[in-house]
């Protein structure tokens, strides 16, 4: 049996933007873009779930959907990071046994490059480690999917889409 993608009509946001005789607007034109690629590390695969799952594959319909980089060690971080096309890291901050502030920091002192980093903390009276790690933002744990998704969208939102 042969699975095809579902049909929006045959028209794509863009040409159902020119058919209708409007400018397509920048949501039109994002939409058609390449996926953000956001990297997910902890050591806990929960975690990681817990993160996937509270942003979902579309966190705002500005945006393009996201691809996820599930990682469970510093190497692999390192690796991808350094490699280039992440969009944004989500960093568990009490991973071992390196958690996520120490590897925040050493990828803001060592990549010039670096994507933007949201740390999870432990708890909210943590944040000011997010400072020291020189993270853009840092969310506590237990993970609250409104606030996660209200701090990706606004960093994905600033942030160029990497190529």
Do not use: F
């Not at 956001?38 to 691809?67: C, F, K, N």
């Not at 190497?75 to 590897?103: K, Q, T, W, Y």
């Not at 432990?122 to 701090?151: C, F, K």
Request: charged share 25%; hydrophobic share 45%.
């Amino acid at each position: 049996m042969e699975i095809r993608p579902r049909r929006t009509r045959g028209r794509t946001p863009l040409a159902r933007a020119a058919g209708s005789g409007r400018v397509a607007s920048v949501t039109d034109r994002t939409s058609a873009t390449a996926p953000l690629k956001v990297l997910v590390y902890s050591d806990d695969v929960a975690t990681r779930d817990q993160v996937i799952l509270a942003l979902g594959r579309r966190p705002h319909p500005d945006l393009p959907e996201v691809e996820y980089v599930e990682v469970a060690t510093e190497p692999v971080v390192i690796a991808n990071l350094d490699a280039g096309g992440i969009d944004l890291a989500i960093l568990d901050g009490e991973a071992v046994p390196a958690g996520g502030l120490g590897i925040a920091k050493q990828l803001k002192d060592e990549l010039d490059d670096c994507p933007p980093v949201v740390v999870l903390t432990g708890r909210p009276q943590d944040a000011w480690l997010a400072t020291w790690s020189r993270a853009e933002a840092a969310v506590p744990q237990p993970i609250d999917p409104v606030e996660l998704a209200r701090v990706v969208v606004g960093l994905l939102r600033s942030t160029p889409v990497s190529a």
